[in-house]
């Protein structure tokens, strides 16, 4: 079967510009979580959803959003884009929280 | 846990022997527990589960083992082979509304030929 997608791969954004990032989860999850990595943070929690309803959130500015659509397709926009957003953004879906999360290769996201 | 920064701890081992990878966790109401290994350019795959009913668990080659008392995770790979070369995390995660993947800040197993 599929695995989680994302896109796009790489994205380079402008200082101020805003973003959005797609999330296609394995066929029949219904929760999708959303991560940040970077060489000095690690891996943080960005924010989950489960049936359309965010269930959780981690500590990120209100930048950062997110949603998710009735066929549990997400998507994470990141708003008035700073440096120290560059990451990579990594998706996990599963059937159900706390129940094996699939990681999908992440978007690059490079602010200049 | 401290911060890492860009250096990640390393473990070097022989092509052939056995890895252990440790890690402490923090959060006491933690009762799912997962090792997952990421290679350049990837996403962090899934390797093991373990839930807090349980101390060990065995998969392919691999044994995740449980110490609630200490809040202590371990991943013993079996027989280590090159492409077993990556960052290794653990993660945890309570039960309930509070849910989300914590991670550890990731070893780096380095197979020797």
């Known amino acids: 079967k599929a695995g989680v997608t994302q896109t796009p791969r790489y994205l380079i954004k402008t200082r101020g510009q805003q973003v959005t990032l797609s999330c296609s989860p394995i066929?029949?999850?219904?929760?999708v979580s959303w991560y940040q990595q970077t060489p000095g943070q690690g891996l943080q929690f960005l924010f989950e959803?489960?049936?359309?309803?965010?269930?959780n959130k981690g500590n990120f500015p209100g930048r950062f959003s997110g949603r998710q659509f009735s066929n549990s397709r997400s998507e994470m926009n990141v708003s008035t884009l700073e440096l120290g957003d560059s990451a990579l953004y990594l998706c996990?879906?599963?059937?159900?929280?706390?129940?094996?999360?699939?990681f999908g290769s992440g978007t690059r996201l490079t602010v200049v | 846990g401290e911060s890492v920064g860009l250096h990640l701890p390393t473990l070097s081992v022989q092509e052939g022997d056995n890895s252990i990878i440790n890690c402490a966790y923090s959060?006491?109401?933690?009762?799912?527990f997962i090792w997952y290994k990421q290679e350049s350019g990837k996403g962090p795959q899934f390797i093991i589960d373990?839930?807090?009913?349980?101390d060990k668990r065995q998969g392919q080659r691999v044994t995740v083992l449980l110490n609630k008392t200490v809040k202590h995770l371990s991943l013993q790979i079996a027989a280590t082979q090159p492409g077993d070369s990556a960052v290794y995390f653990c993660?945890?995660?309570?039960?309930?509304?509070?849910?989300?993947?914590?991670f550890g800040k990731g070893i780096t197993l380095s197979v020797r030929p």
């Open positions: 996990a879906s599963s059937l159900a929280p706390q129940d094996g999360y699939t």
């Open positions: 066929s029949g999850h219904r929760s």
């Open positions: 959803y489960f049936s359309e309803t965010q269930r």
């Open positions: 959060n006491s109401a933690s009762d799912y």
């Open positions: 373990i839930r807090s009913n349980m």
């Open positions: 993660a945890e995660t309570p039960t309930g509304a509070n849910s989300k993947l914590t």
